[in-house]
């Protein structure tokens, strides 16, 4: 009996192959999508190239073989594995620019300032919120920076609204030098720890 009419085949191999084509499908497909709403006009293309390679090489051929519930249930599983996957590797590269809106009721100067501090641009405004006046607070971030200005965020005023949008285009602003920055933002970090 030849190894690729088996039931191991069938029931086991083949439905492993398409689960792992598939991630590796659909993982590059989530990218280029996220890269396409960014506006990344060179990477996007390159990654749809190699997501319809993929598909041509590895799926297509795979696909002919598959038939049964197996083959079915390892196409549907790698095509949600691809998309966690995608998403996954998307948010380490923390590729691209956001916008944060913080909105606080309270004083924000000393968030101002922690902000500022911590080599940020930011624009502060006096508003009429639903209760009475707030401060809004917006700054243009790279997204690796975020997960820093979200600490800063809760670690100054931990009831503050924030809300964090992705930016497509940005002209000009203020965006601290990453090496210089890391040192002054953590240590701005351990003050406020420390109560400086």
């Given at each position: ?82 998309n966690y996957l995608g998403m996954l590797i998307e948010e380490k590269l923390a590729i691209g620019v ?99």
């Amino acid at each position: 009996m030849d190894f690729y009419d088996s039931d191991l085949f069938n029931y086991l191999v083949l439905p492993f192959l398409i689960f792992l084509a598939r991630i590796v499908d659909v993982s590059i497909g989530t990218l280029r999508i996220v890269f396409i709403s960014r506006g990344k006009k060179i990477l996007a293309p390159v990654l749809g190239f190699f997501e319809v390679l993929v598909w041509i090489i590895v799926v297509s051929k795979v696909m002919q073989n598959a038939v049964g519930m197996p083959a079915y249930i390892g196409y549907a599983a790698g095509f949600a594995m691809g998309n966690y996957l995608g998403m996954l590797i998307e948010e380490k590269l923390a590729i691209g620019v956001v916008v944060i809106r913080i909105i606080t009721a309270q004083d924000a100067m000393d968030l101002r300032k922690a902000l500022a501090d911590a080599g940020f641009g930011i624009t502060a405004i006096d508003a009429e919120g639903a209760k009475g006046k707030v401060d809004v607070i917006f700054t243009t971030v790279k997204r690796q920076d975020l997960s820093l200005v979200v600490d800063i965020i809760r670690k100054i005023q931990p009831k503050a609204f924030y809300s964090v949008e992705d930016v497509k285009f940005v002209s000009e602003g203020i965006f601290p030098a990453h090496k210089s920055y890391r040192k002054r933002g953590i240590g701005a970090v351990f003050n406020w720890r420390l109560g400086k």
